[in-house]
């Protein structure tokens, strides 16, 4: 979702090493990704996966847009049993409505972000296009935090991770979009996988949340409360039905509604325990899937320090070039805003005429 160069088309230094041998998948793979602008073979593969997960997520869920509809493909008919129950009405109805209409465009749209010959052939669209996922995130950040409080049960552990991810997604775009107005290319690149990568943590956190619902159920020991209005409106609103199961339902009245014990049950027939599965399991599942993917681009960053270096070059020439002071760090640099030793280029730029130009701040060099 950058909105300059940024990721995914890695350096050309590889022309720099010596020649070797090739196989013929090798060969083949290279006619494949090249012309996509990848430069590095480890690239292409990681897009595919990651991006690939991505994309599917999203286009599988687009059908959530109609979030009341009948239709079985509808959220109300096709989210967790007991969802809809409460994001029917009020703030909660608009918070969903929010989140979906926002998070499924911005996950769509993010994925091009990362095709390097969109980047540098259509370097309008590469801005146009990440200024709208940076808008669209916002505002499914909005969403996501009207509704937490009945997102799968509404726990605390839930209602916690939901803000914690709205607060690493903001900060993480804040940090990019400054570090790109500053010509920082390298950190604009990192603070994007970074945001991308916190916003796929709700892929990670289904997957886990499915096999946590399926361990619990068949332990047998876990139970979740549950109101019977809910119970009842999962049921078709058989209220009979659902008393003869949940006999504490029968003092169920208008201005009451009371709270019975739910059997946590993925695979047990019953609409109620499932949900109760899912509750239970989707507040562990997100902190860890926070754990996994947050650990996991840093690794990725740490893994790519020549591509890092390859961008503050490239970050120092534009902003040599533009008249910015402290080339190389005029953003959100360790090297500036901590104790890290004083960056050098790599090389001089062939930008001389400059060397004794005014800075943006009246100073000289």
């Given at each position: 979702m950058?909105?300059?160069?940024a ?31 990848f ?44 969802e ?5 009405n ?148 058989d ?19 009371p ?92 930008i ?14």
């Amino acid at each position: 979702m950058s909105l300059a160069p940024a990721e995914m088309s890695e350096s050309s230094d590889s022309s720099q090493r010596p020649s070797r041998p090739t196989s013929k998948f090798v060969r083949t793979m290279r006619k494949v990704y090249r012309p996509l602008g990848f430069a590095k073979g480890y690239n292409f593969p990681l897009f595919v996966i990651f991006a690939g997960a991505l994309m599917g997520f999203v286009l599988a869920r687009f059908s959530y847009l109609n979030v009341s509809g009948d239709a079985p493909s509808s959220f109300a008919s096709g989210g967790a049993p007991g969802e809809w129950y409460h994001y029917r009405n009020g703030h909660y109805r608009i918070g969903i409505t929010m989140h979906l209409a926002a998070c499924l465009p911005a996950g769509f749209l993010v994925v091009w972000q990362f095709v390097p010959v969109i980047r540098h052939k259509f370097l309008l669209f590469h801005r146009i296009n990440g200024y709208l996922v940076i808008v669209l995130t916002l505002i499914s950040n909005v969403g996501a935090l009207m509704i937490c409080r009945r997102s799968f049960g509404g726990g605390l552990d839930t209602q916690s991770a939901v803000g914690t991810l709205a607060i690493l997604t903001t900060a993480s775009i804040g940090m990019a979009y400054y570090n790109i107005k500053r010509l920082q290319i390298d950190q604009h690149r990192a603070w994007m996988l970074r945001m991308v990568f916190y916003l796929g943590t709700i892929i990670t956190t289904r997957i886990i949340m499915i096999l946590s619902a399926l361990i619990i159920s068949m332990i047998g020991s876990y139970y979740h409360a549950q109101s019977c209005d809910q119970i009842v409106f999962v049921n078709d609103g058989d209220a009979g039905k659902v008393e003869s199961v949940y006999p504490g339902c029968a003092n169920r009245t208008a201005s009451s509604d009371p709270y019975v014990v739910v059997s946590a049950n993925l695979a047990g027939g019953r609409a109620e325990e499932a949900g109760a599965s899912l509750d239970l399991s989707f507040g562990s599942a997100i902190w860890l899937a926070i754990f996994l993917h947050v650990v996991g681009v840093e690794i990725y960053l740490n893994l790519t320090p020549a591509e890092t270096d390859r961008l503050r070059n490239v970050s120092y020439e534009r902003q040599l070039e533009a008249g910015y002071e402290h080339p190389g760090s005029a953003g959100l640099t360790a090297d500036r805003w901590g104790d890290a030793p004083e960056w050098k280029p790599a090389s001089q730029p062939a930008i001389q005429h400059v060397e004794h130009a005014p800075l943006k701040d009246g100073s000289r060099r």
